[in-house]
């Protein structure tokens, strides 16, 4: 399976975005996916992940402002981004895995596959 990450750009601070992530390939509805992301100069994080049952996680920095979801219909999952802050700004990476277990989901190590990574820039 091949992800494309979309929906990127510049936005103000308190504005909204929302990514995609299209999967090609491979229908995703048996994975769990996830967003990462990779702001300058730093580790690439966890941000949010979505189950095949649709159970979500979020990194506690987001919880409450993003909202992860998926249409497994048009293989693609969203990340709905609000309230954002000049330390949302990062490059966005949706990844997922076949062998991807519940207790990994937020690590980063046990993804083996990933889109091409979206910037996002909050203004202040």
């Known amino acids: 399976v091949q992800l494309q990450a979309s929906g990127g750009g510049l936005v103000q601070t308190g504005g909204s975005l929302r990514l995609s992530c299209t999967a090609s390939g491979r229908t995703i509805n048996m994975y769990h996916m996830a967003w990462f992301r990779q702001a300058p100069g730093k580790e690439r994080e966890f941000v949010t992940a979505?189950?095949?049952?649709?159970?979500?996680y979020y990194a506690d920095t987001v919880k409450g402002r993003f909202t992860i979801s998926r249409d497994n219909a048009k293989n693609t999952v969203y990340l709905q981004m609000n309230s954002l802050k000049p330390e949302d700004t990062a490059v966005y990476y949706c990844?997922?895995?076949?062998?991807?277990?519940?207790?990994?989901?937020?690590?980063?190590?046990?993804?083996?596959?990933w889109g091409q990574g979206t910037l996002v820039t909050v203004s202040s």
């Open positions: 990844a997922t895995s076949p062998g991807l277990i519940l207790s990994s989901l937020r690590l980063k190590d046990q993804y083996d596959i």
């Open positions: 979505i189950t095949r049952s649709r159970n979500t």
